[in-house]
């Protein structure tokens, strides 16, 4: 009886099979040896594609403040000219960007005074399901519409609104009136004034600064403030020299987001806020209505400016190190 010869499969072709030498196995071998070649090639398509499309636009831009616009026929100028930022200087532009920059730091301080509270309170007394109350409280403004969220604060600020209803059963439509009747209020209902402005400007930006804040105060060693309060310190005392020194790297961290949110923010001043433009319905207005690109350009370029030098002042106290 002879023994029955199974058919045998060719071996496998190493040559093919990844990770057993061939094409794909070389290639695996070549990125472990050099994992630094690996990091280039999976980073070089998102940092050209941000290159070309981001920094690209922006250098388009910067090119187009350097143009001028023929005040006779409105055709843009191409040759290299300072005219058009010297226009910034005029008084009605320099004011829009006054109004804007102030508006963004009076923004900015609220939203870390209305902050730092509630972050020292979930740093450092609230636990478990309270925590995490806390995020979710935090984070469910972000996950609804940002149109819907403007809407609807001018709804509320509106004369026939639930503001106006509430200062009504309280008696006090005399203090209402009166802060519609101050200069600064620039509008005779809170829907369409700088201060209804600058309410929903802290309402929509204030996450971003709380976020920041929490985690900056997470990093403060409970310890620091029992050994100030063994020490002798008020609790003053404590807050100024210790808690606030350590966590001022969050709040600055925060005061990017709402600064610079603020500062180049277009849909809130056009939908909430009075007949003075800021720099984004500026950048609008010239380059859409008036059709003055290089001035529209210009604008832009300012918050830009700003921002850099606020960036570089935040990298110097350690901010980027609470994000």
Do not use: C
């Not at 997470?218 to 620091?224: A, D, S």
């Amino acid at each position: 009886m002879t023994a029955m010869t199974m058919p045998t499969t060719p071996p496998a072709n190493p040559a093919i099979l990844p990770g057993r030498g061939g094409f794909f196995g070389g290639l695996s071998d070549t990125f472990w040896r050099r994992p630094k070649l690996f990091l280039f090639l999976m980073l070089a398509p998102p940092l050209l594609w941000l290159g070309v499309i981001y920094i690209g636009s922006l250098f388009a831009l910067l090119l187009q403040s350097f143009f001028s616009i023929d005040e006779f026929s409105g055709l843009i100028v191409r040759e290299f000219t300072l005219s058009t930022y010297a226009e910034l200087l005029r008084p009605s532009n320099f004011d829009i960007i006054l109004r804007t920059v102030i508006m963004a730091a009076l923004v900015t301080i609220t939203s870390a005074v209305v902050a730092f509270p509630i972050a020292y309170y979930a740093a450092r007394y609230a636990r478990g399901k309270w925590k995490a109350f806390f995020y979710l409280g935090i984070m469910l403004p972000l996950w609804s519409s940002y149109l819907v969220k403007v809407y609807a604060w001018k709804l509320i600020l509106a004369k026939e609104g639930i503001l106006t209803w509430a200062f009504a059963k309280l008696h006090l439509t005399w203090l209402l009136d009166g802060i519609l009747a101050l200069p600064v209020v620039g509008g005779n209902s809170l829907s369409i004034s700088y201060i209804g402005t600058y309410l929903v400007f802290v309402y929509v930006w204030l996450p971003y600064m709380i976020l920041p804040t929490q985690a900056a105060l997470e990093r403060v060693p409970g310890n620091l403030i029992e050994a100030s309060s063994d020490l002798g310190a008020t609790p003053n005392q404590t807050f100024r020299h210790v808690l606030l020194p350590l966590a001022l790297p969050g709040i600055i961290a925060g005061s990017i987001f709402t600064f610079s949110l603020t500062l180049g923010d277009y849909i809130i001043p056009q939908i909430v806020g009075s007949s003075r433009l800021f720099i984004g319905q500026a950048v609008y207005a010239q380059q859409g209505t008036a059709g003055n690109v290089p001035l529209a350009a210009a604008f832009s370029v300012v918050p830009i400016v700003i921002m850099a030098i606020y960036l570089w002042i935040a990298k110097k106290k350690g901010a980027f190190d609470a994000l």
